[in-house]
């Protein structure tokens, strides 16, 4: 699983990028602080796109905000549908 970490901006734009993409994801916000200012964030999980893609998808997140950067993280599941 991979998550993307960015500002809480143009949720609405972010959330049409990710389904023009036909990308599977869970997005929620959160609070967060980047270089020592308190920011609304928000995390965006993907399952099962390998990290090419993950690295397309938060370069174009960053662009479309303005942002410095945005932070990719990699966690090792074990998922199941049932």
Sequence with gaps: MHRI????KNTELVE????????????????GAWK?????SLVIEIVNLPESSIRI????????NRQDAVLIQKIETQNQFV
């Design 16 to 31: 049409q990028f990710l389904l023009d993409l036909h990308v599977d994801y869970t997005m929620f916000r959160c609070g």
């Design 57 to 64: 998808i938060a370069l174009g997140i960053k662009t479309m």
């Design 36 to 40: 020592g200012c308190p920011e609304r």
């Design 5 to 8: 970490l960015t500002e809480e």
